[in-house]
């Protein structure tokens, strides 16, 4: 079994960024630039910015954080991002989710221009992947999709099962592993019997938020298993898979923590990049 190192990968795309940032100051004389928004106090949002932040410092990107109150309209909001729409200085923009309740998160991702939509969410780009052109790919399915191609390069023809259905993984999940040219079979909580389904799995992309959902039995002999969940314990942080029990029968899986999360800021830094080299190839 192997475990798939998502700190090491992740530093791996980092570095290889560095390089790409340096190269393309010397080309353009200039780097790219993240704004991230951040709207109220969620305690969670205000470490992922920071680390969001720190990141982006390290490989050259010209990092930026907009922090607002919780109670701030939401007019004020579409301004700003209409403003940063305008920003030649700015490549990527991200507003950090959850949105307070009032705020119509909707229409703040319609706001943000495709163009700089570094998170993959507007409909341009989600119609863009599932059309199968070149578009702003979410985060943390880049991610999963990265750590797969560790194991295995050529992914044609395997059978994944995603567990979950939502837009920020399950559903560009999918679109990601068509286009490798897999057989996929999405699940989420209506499925009628998901062992059996995961048990017809090559590769297993958990993504539902389950504490140790996957179990050792669910899983054929040689699985590559994805996980992607970060649910808080009694015991500490676990995923969606049962580690100790899938460990012993996958071919390949990712830990929680050490696993898809350290990917996902890497891929954030990789889109900003790509939506700055755009923006100077235009
Ligand atoms: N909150 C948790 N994950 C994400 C993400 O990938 N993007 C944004 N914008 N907010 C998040």
Redesign the pocket.
């Known amino acids: 079994m192997k475990k798939i190192d998502g700190k090491k990968v992740a530093a791996d795309l980092r570095l290889e960024l560095k390089k790409k940032v340096s190269e393309l100051k010397s080309k353009y004389n200039a780097v790219p630039g993240l704004t991230v928004i951040l709207v109220g106090e969620d305690a969670p949002?205000k470490i992922?910015v920071k680390n969001k932040e720190k990141s982006a410092i390290e490989v050259g990107i010209n990092s930026k954080i907009i922090k607002y109150p919780e109670n701030l309209e939401e007019k004020v909001l579409l301004d700003k991002i209409g403003e940063l729409n305008n920003d030649k200085e700015v490549s990527g923009i991200?507003?950090?989710?959850?949105l307070p309740k009032h705020i119509n998160k909707r229409k703040v991702i319609e706001t943000i221009a495709h163009e700089k939509d570094v998170?993959g969410?507007h409909p341009m780009n989600v119609g863009n992947l599932s059309s199968g052109h070149d578009s702003s790919i979410?985060?943390?399915p880049l991610g999963c999709s990265l750590l797969l191609k560790q194991t295995e390069k050529n992914l044609s023809g395997k059978h994944a099962v995603v567990i979950g259905r939502s837009n920020?993984n399950g559903k560009p999940m999918t679109q990601l592993l068509l286009k490798e040219n897999c057989t996929v079979t999405i699940t989420h909580s209506k499925t009628k019997d998901l062992k059996t389904e995961c048990l017809r799995a090559d590769i297993i992309i958990a993504a539902v938020g389950i504490p140790k959902l996957v179990k050792g039995d669910w899983v054929k002999k040689d699985a590559i298993v994805i996980d992607v969940g970060i649910n808080k314990t009694e015991s500490g942080l676990v995923g969606d898979v049962d580690f100790d029990e899938v460990s012993k029968v996958a071919k390949a899986i990712t830990p929680v923590p050490g696993g898809v999360g350290p990917m996902?800021i890497a891929c954030?830094l990789s889109n900003t990049v790509e939506c700055f080299k755009k923006a100077q190839s235009k």
């Open positions: 949002s992922y991200l507003v950090q989710l959850p998170d969410f979410p985060c943390t920020l996902t954030l």
